[in-house]
T-cell receptor, first 113, second 115 residues
Framework: GESVGLHLPTLSVQEGDNSIINCAYSNSASDYFIWYKQESGKGPQFIID?????DKRQGQRVTVLLNKTVKHLSLQIAATQPGDSAVYFC????????????FGAGTTVTVRA | GAVVSQHPSWVICKSGTSVKIECRSL??????MFWYRQFPKQSLMLMAT?????????EQGVEKDKFLINHASLTLSTLTVTSAHPEDSSFYIC???????????FGSGTRLTVV
């Protein structure tokens, strides 16, 4: 499943399929990006990060792609599992701005069994 | 790995009272701590940034006299919501950072309900 458009807040995906979550960031000067997973009633959990000098980074079952030309970030989750159901946020940081993180709107991912 | 402990995990208080939330970095020194507020089904909104030993820097629209932040040591920051009102009910989350080593680590959040 894929979140179509950059502002769709929900994504429903069949267990075992790949998920793609999209995010548009706002500051062309941002140089560090992070994807977080947040389960209900909990704090954000780090998934993967990428610096602006890279366009792709892979982790365990996850891949982050960065397109600086269009200020677009995506998170790909391979073989989505029920435990992946959560809200996913992208965050951007501009190091000169006191290291503050700015969060995107978030995408709710629901995995169908 | 880096661990941030936040307490309490939930609190209910009466309107007009003050509530203190603690954020501790357990296994690293946090030079900078961030406080966020999150309303239901919304994203995290940064309230303030605090550096150890310095006054906190508040984001536009956040009342510094209402949300008191203290970062007296490299492992502890506190957020005090003074004269709480029902509209202050929210999920408050802290994040700690030690640049060069740990990036950003988030606490588990505090659910504040003002009645």
């Amino acid at each position: 499943g894929e979140s179509v458009g950059l502002h769709l807040p929900t994504l429903s995906v069949q267990e075992g399929d790949n998920s793609i979550i999209n995010c548009a960031y706002s500051n062309s000067a941002s140089d560090y990006f992070i994807w977080y997973k947040q389960e209900s009633g909990k704090g954000p959990q780090f998934i993967i990060d990428i610096r602006s000098n890279m366009d792709k980074r892979q982790g365990q079952r996850v891949t982050v792609l960065l397109n600086k030309t269009v200020k677009h970030l995506s998170l790909q989750i391979a073989a989505t599992q029920p435990g992946d159901s959560a809200v996913y946020f992208c965050a951007e940081n501009y190091a000169r701005d006191d290291y503050k993180l700015s969060f995107g709107a978030g995408t709710t991912v629901t995995v169908r069994a | 790995g880096a661990v941030v402990s936040q307490h309490p995990s939930w609190v209910i208080c009466k309107s007009g009272t003050s509530v203190k939330i603690e954020c501790r970095s357990l296994d690293f020194q946090a030079t900078t701590m961030f406080w966020y507020r999150q309303f239901p089904k919304q994203s995290l909104m940064l309230m303030a940034t605090s550096n150890e030993g310095s006054k906190a820097t508040y984001e536009q629209g956040v009342e510094k006299d209402k949300f008191l932040i203290n970062h007296a040591s490299l492992t502890l920051s506190t957020l005090t919501v003074t004269s709480a009102h029902p509209e202050d009910s929210s999920f408050y989350i802290c994040s700690a950072s030690n640049w060069g080593n740990y990036g950003y680590t988030f606490g588990s959040g505090t659910r504040l309900t003002v009645v």
